[in-house]
């Protein structure tokens, strides 16, 4: 970071745009990483401003204001407290929504009185003229002490303006909305008494708040002015009425709604998708088609990747000097990458159709929707939240748990959510369902391998949902808890949000799982090409005595050569005695071996088999979809990866905890070992009762 | 004898790429940036 560049802060209340803003900004020019010590996203951008002046724009989390009661909301208020911090802003930014003024002023003048150099941004001004909505700018302007920029960040107006502005921010007064000593003019009296040099919200703020203030002796004033924890709590209201009869007095004059013009979509929208039968109905058709359409637009694109990438292997056996490096490149490496980059595509889909769901504004409506369900279950209205974000990631989604204020509910979320279908599943699932399901039309209209990716997707989520019930029965812990959701308005996505937003989720599958894939691809490869012993040095010789008297054609014979080795090479060794434990499910060595593997990352399943199938293979086929599916059994001389066996592989991989990093995180997030491993024990004893029992039933 | 060299340079790499991943975690000690990976990959 550049020390002559300032500082300028994005904050916000939730759903006001706050991030479109940053977008339009900042554009491509981001940082994406987490605030130290705990795991919420921390957003930084940059940005040219006239006169040369350069900004970090620093997109804080979502807050109702600052009273906090959130961690997201705790990074807020630390960073605004404390001035020695690099990032504190030279100026905020307090994005709000035209349609909901009132409540995100409160947050404004809370920020103004910490006299940081406050612009009131109002977002969404495109909305105004069909909502009816006039603003007297100057008035607000003189009663809130602010400069106001009225934007649209979907529209990309006023961003200019607003960027004028931030230069000037030093001209911006820093006049606080609020007098603090209002709230109890006797015991702010004496706090300021007590502490002459600090300013008076701010002492308010430390004494009300369960944050790190680096900066201010928090034990001294605790101690001094202490106050019960109802005493505080009845400040706390008496300074919201102050503030929300201070913003009430200013829109009076300031702000002026024609109702005959305001149009009323939105209920009318709202009261079909949270509707208790046409909700479901148009919630469960829309997964539909989102299945249907990740699996029919993602055939192309994957088909192309697969077969470049077969034949630059091929090239590149065929035409580099012979030798172990060539072996490496064209048996690990290469299969290696392909076995990362074929999943571009649907991944990219999955979450072009999750973006411009929360871009709508649809998936707060799916939240309240499903809260109603939740609550039968022992869960709360909050917990579809990190259901639904555990389609990407169980370890964000964990994370996200941390708003549950009630720990019974958060338990059993921290426990039931990795059985959603993340996205590490779905190359798993890509090609067992292409393997074993046919491409073929029910009715017509429907692809039976959408069809099978859906109802996996649903099969987790019911048993997350099933598995929460029996905790909750199970658990004798008690509390309350109550639900809030913001409802924004329904507006159309933008290209750039979505369009950002799948990049960085697609580049954090390449560059985050990619290079665990390829490194253990490579480790996989010598595994299979060294191993001890006399069997695995003396393969040529012992097969070719074998085949003395049986008149084999040479490509034969190299197959069996090739095969012999792989079954005595090191991952040989290992794959056959794990063997006992997997066959009854109908997998083989070879699956187990990449079973093993895949507990670092899911994804690592399908790598794992490519490297492993290059190094024994035949090269009569090329691709990995066309290698697993020419698998034999050379016991029963069935192919593998049969319809029997691939549904116990979707059953397995659907229940089986496969996924180091979501026991670590239970673990950080519990503080304690015995909720993962029950949770380890559990979902991978399930997982392997279940597959059997398939294979069982359909072999 | 140089490609085996090259082999097994690359096949150290990506060992310990992987013991640094999975058992030295870095410590974060500072306000920097980090990656939005999540840890799970």
């Known amino acids: 970071m550049i020390n002559q560049n300032i500082n300028v802060a994005l904050i916000g209340n939730p759903n006001v745009g706050k991030t479109s803003v940053f977008n339009q900004l900042t554009g491509l020019n981001q940082q994406v990483g987490n605030y130290p010590g705990i795991t919420v996203e921390k957003k930084i951008g940059f940005c040219k401003l006239p006169n040369n002046v350069k900004a970090n724009i620093l997109d804080l989390p979502g807050t109702y204001s600052l009273n906090a009661s959130s961690i997201d909301e705790n990074v807020v208020i630390e960073l605004l407290l404390n001035k020695n911090d690099k990032l504190y802003p030279d100026v905020a930014l307090v994005v709000t929504d035209v349609e909901n003024l009132k409540r995100n002023l409160l947050l404004f003048t809370q920020i103004k009185d910490l006299e940081i150099p406050t612009i009131l941004v109002i977002n969404m001004a495109d909305r105004m003229e069909h909502k009816g909505i006039s603003l007297d700018i100057p008035y607000l302007e003189e009663h809130l002490k602010t400069k106001i920029a009225l934007v649209s960040s979907r529209k990309g107006f006023g961003i200019d303006a607003l960027k004028k502005l931030i230069v000037t921010y030093k001209t911006i007064s820093s006049e606080p909305c609020l007098n603090a000593s209002v709230i109890d003019p006797d015991y ?92 479901y109905v148009i919630f469960f058709a829309i997964l539909f088609i989102i299945f249907q359409s990740i699996f029919e637009w993602s055939k192309i694109p994957m088909d192309f990747i697969d077969s470049s990438f077969a034949s630059l292997s091929s090239w590149a056996n065929e035409n580099l000097p012979s030798g172990v490096l060539t072996n490496l490149i064209s048996q690990g490496i290469i299969p290696g990458i392909g076995g990362i980059l074929i999943f571009i595509p649907q991944i990219a889909f999955l979450f072009l159709f999750i973006s411009i769901l929360e871009e709508s504004g649809y998936m707060s409506r799916v939240v309240f929707l499903m809260d109603k369900i939740m609550r039968k279950f022992g869960l709360s209205g909050k917990s579809v939240v990190p259901l639904i974000s555990g389609t990407a990631c169980a370890i964000p989604a964990i994370m996200a748990t941390r708003n549950i204020e009630n720990w019974k509910e958060r338990l059993i979320t921290i426990l039931v959510t990795p059985f959603t279908t993340c996205s590490a599943r779905l190359p798993v699932y890509a090609i067992i369902i292409a393997l074993v399901i046919p491409d073929q039309y029910v009715l017509g209209i429907f692809n039976l391998q959408g069809l099978t990716l859906m109802l996996l997707y649903l099969l987790g989520f019911g048993m997350a949902i099933f598995s929460a019930y029996v905790l909750n029965k199970v658990m004798k812990i008690k509390g309350k808890t109550f639900f809030v959701v913001e409802m924004p308005n329904y507006k159309l996505p933008m290209f750039k949000n979505v369009a950002i937003n799948v990049v960085e989720k697609t580049k954090a599958f390449v560059f985050g799982a990619g290079k665990i894939i390829l490194a253990i691809s490579i480790i996989l490869w010598f595994l299979a090409s060294y191993g001890p012993g006399k069997n695995f040095k003396n393969a040529d010789q012992i097969i070719q005595s074998k085949a003395e008297n049986k008149a084999l054609p040479a490509l034969e014979l190299e197959n069996k050569i090739a095969s012999y080795k792989l079954e005595n090479s090191y991952i040989g060794i290992m794959g056959k005695a794990i063997e006992p434990a997997i066959s009854p499910l109908g997998y083989d060595w070879k699956i187990g071996i990449a079973i093993i593997s895949s507990f670092a990352a899911r994804e690592v399943f399908v790598g794992t088999l490519a490297t492993i199938y290059s190094v024994g293979g035949t090269d009569n086929e090329d691709t990995i979809k066309n290698k697993m599916a020419a698998e034999i059994n050379p016991e029963t001389g069935n192919k593998i990866f049969n319809f029997a066996s691939g549904v116990s592989l979707l059953l397995f991989y659907a229940f089986a905890l496969q996924c180091a990093s979501t026991l670590a995180i239970t673990k950080k997030e519990t503080n304690s070992w015995k909720w993962p491993v029950g949770q380890l024990i559990f979902m991978s004893g399930f997982a392997y009762l279940l597959a059997l029992l398939a294979y069982q039933i359909l072999k | 004898m140089v490609q085996e060299i090259i082999a097994f340079v690359i096949l150290a790499v990506a060992v310990g790429f ?17 990656t939005d990976d999540c840890g799970c990959h």
């Open chain 2, 18 to 34: 992987l013991i640094k991943k999975y058992f030295f975690k870095k410590k974060k000690t500072d306000k920097s940036c980090g």
């Open chain 1, 188 to 279: 702010f009296d004496s706090l300021r008494k007590a502490f002459p040099g600090q300013l008076l919200y701010k002492l308010w703020l430390v004494i009300t708040q369960d944050v790190n203030f680096l900066n201010l002796e928090r034990k001294e004033i605790h101690s001094s002015f202490t106050k019960s924890h109802s005493d505080l709590k009845r400040l706390q209201q008496k300074e919201t009425i102050k503030r929300y009869q201070f913003i009430n007095d200013t829109l009076k004059v300031g702000l002026k709604v024609d109702a005959t013009v305001a149009k009323d979509f939105r209920s009318k929208l709202d009261r079909v998708l949270t509707h208790k039968v046409w909700g």
